[in-house]
């Protein structure tokens, strides 16, 4: 057998496990999917009710442009009906139709409230007819007082924050929104603000490359902010990679192979402590750096309940 063929092998067998990993993950997380409240999962999209009763809500078509409020969510059933399309389901059905998206991959979103990637055959419209819901309209410098207040509640310096990130203007279904935002390595962004969590299109994991020999791999944008403060010495002498989602880990394996060292800093529930311990086992350059967040679920809920030793100075790196 030559080299690249065992090469090819590894890799096949690499993304065979992790796939299996994340099946397996899903599959828990399939039987309780559709118990997730519509309300709060539309919330996290960027939608929210023009009215509202004691056993409904109604909101806008997140799935079309319309005037008048049509799209009702039965607060009893947690089920939703759009009367201008005729269609109604769970949230798993809504989620596939707003993020164009799979079942497996509406699940994963839901898993872990952040937006899935898109396969090829998702990354154009399908003929539903419906049109991405957010578009790009601005990227500025953070400036806008609300982030501020917003980083401020996280425990991140502006400072910090405008190395990485920007502030954006987006349109969702006509209506202007303002969010930080973490740019993919694809183009698209991620977008946070007080409110909710969303996407741009494409959507994929964001990669700092800096030509460091060692990488580190954060699950969100306030797991690398909060890093940045906790220990700026290792995000300044590592290359950077951001999933935005666990769903992205079979892409990116192929990039850990190429460091001599690499440090998971993933999520300390069970989907981040599964991915980690499969990662562990495949990959033997890879070390897991979650301890540094023990007794909290992340770094970010490490850093804002104060447990750590404030490492921050200010950043050699100019925001762009």
């Not at 759009?82 to 707003?98: P, Y």
């Not at 409110?195 to 494409?202: E, H, L, Q, R, V």
Request: a positive charge.
């Amino acid at each position: 057998m030559t080299k690249r063929t065992q090469q090819c092998s590894f890799y096949k067998e690499l993304q065979s496990d992790v796939n299996n990993m994340l099946m397996k993950t899903k599959k828990m997380n399939c039987e309780t999917a559709r118990n997730i409240c519509i309300i709060k999962t539309l919330e996290n999209l960027g939608h929210f009710p023009s009215r509202k009763t004691e056993k409904e809500a109604w909101f806008l078509s997140p799935l079309r442009k319309e005037t008048k409020a049509s799209f009702k969510i039965s607060f009893r059933l947690n089920r939703w009906y759009d009367f201008g399309i005729g269609k109604g389901g769970n949230v798993i059905d809504l989620v596939c139709l707003i993020l164009n998206c799979s079942v497996a991959e509406a699940l994963a979103y839901l898993s872990d409230g952040i937006p899935v990637s898109n396969s090829p055959l998702n990354s154009q419209v399908r003929t539903s007819g419906i049109e991405p819901s957010n578009r790009v309209l601005e990227i500025l410098p953070i400036e806008h007082k609300m982030l501020k207040k917003y980083l401020q509640i996280r425990n991140i310096p502006v400072e910090v924050a405008k190395v990485y990130c920007k502030e954006i203007w987006y349109i969702s279904n006509g209506k202007r929104f303002f969010a930080l935002g973490l740019k993919n390595h694809l183009g698209g962004w991620e977008l946070r603000n007080l409110y909710f969590k969303t996407s741009t299109p494409p959507k994929s994991y964001s990669y700092l490359s800096k030509g460091k020999e060692h990488l580190t791999v954060l699950e969100g944008m306030f797991d690398l902010l909060s890093l940045a403060i906790i220990n700026p010495e290792e995000v300044e002498n590592a290359d950077l990679l951001i999933l935005n989602s666990l769903s992205f880990l079979p892409e990116v394996l192929v990039i850990f192979t190429h460091y001599s060292t690499v440090t998971l800093y993933l999520d300390r529930d069970s989907a981040g402590i599964k991915a980690t311990e499969n990662i562990l086992r495949i990959i033997p350059n890879c070390k897991d750096g979650s301890s540094l967040c023990a007794g909290h679920k992340d770094l970010n809920e490490k850093l804002v309940n104060g447990t750590h030793d404030r490492k921050y100075k200010p950043l050699k790196t100019k925001s762009g």
